[in-house]
């Protein structure tokens, strides 16, 4: 585990390598699962000011649930998170080519969560943990691409700042150094 001022960092995060692949998996992530993206507070009203421009790129049951449930939910554990289309897709999902599903807010407001997706954070109030989510449907993604902390280098500074991820840097490039020492 890495320490980065009040979070706990898998392993996973320095050591996976990850990159979507959209070709495959087609959104799955926004179609699949058993509630919504998780939201901050503070999302909702920035869901809320560029729905008026998100509504015409969403499908009619995307609107139809935004109408009937707002811009967000609490789940069955009470945490927030983007309505879903008949308890499946995220409301905010729009079709691509080739059967593949969008984000229609994308280029709006993304959620934070889903730009960091598949890093997950949970709050334990003075400390969270940054976690790497492995789900069946990523399969294709898994071992690809560049280390989880590279490959996702905007959203975890969107997330958590520019301060935060210097010292996560600072932290792997020790853990290394560590691990490079140990095996001598």
């Given amino acids: 585990m890495i320490i980065v001022k009040n979070s706990i960092v898998s392993d996973d995060v320095a050591d996976c390598r990850f990159c979507c692949d959209l070709s495959v998996c087609k959104g799955a992530c926004c179609v699949d699962g058993d509630s919504g993206a998780p939201l901050l507070e503070e999302e909702v009203a920035k869901l809320e000011a560029v729905l008026p421009e998100v509504l015409p790129l969403m499908t009619d049951e995307g609107r ?5 449930q707002g811009v967000a939910v609490r789940d069955k554990d009470g945490d927030l998170g983007t309505p879903l289309i008949d308890g499946g897709a995220c409301a ?6 080739d059967g593949c599903s969008f984000c229609a807010l ?3 407001y993304k959620p ?13 109030g003075e400390f969270q943990a940054v976690n790497y989510h492995r789900w069946n449907i990523c399969r294709c993604a898994k071992d690809k691409g560049e280390p989880l902390y590279v490959y996702l280098k905007e959203p975890l500074i969107r ?12 932290q792997i490039e020790i853990r290394e150094s560590d691990l490079q020492h140990n095996k001598r």
């Fill in 64 to 68: 139809i649930a935004v109408e009937e």
């Fill in 92 to 97: 905010f999902i729009t079709p691509g080519p």
């Fill in 106 to 108: 994308q280029g709006y």
């Fill in 112 to 124: 934070v969560s889903c730009h960091l997706y598949p890093i997950r954070v949970e709050d334990y």
């Fill in 159 to 170: 997330r958590f700042g520019q301060e935060w991820y210097d010292e996560l840097l600072e």
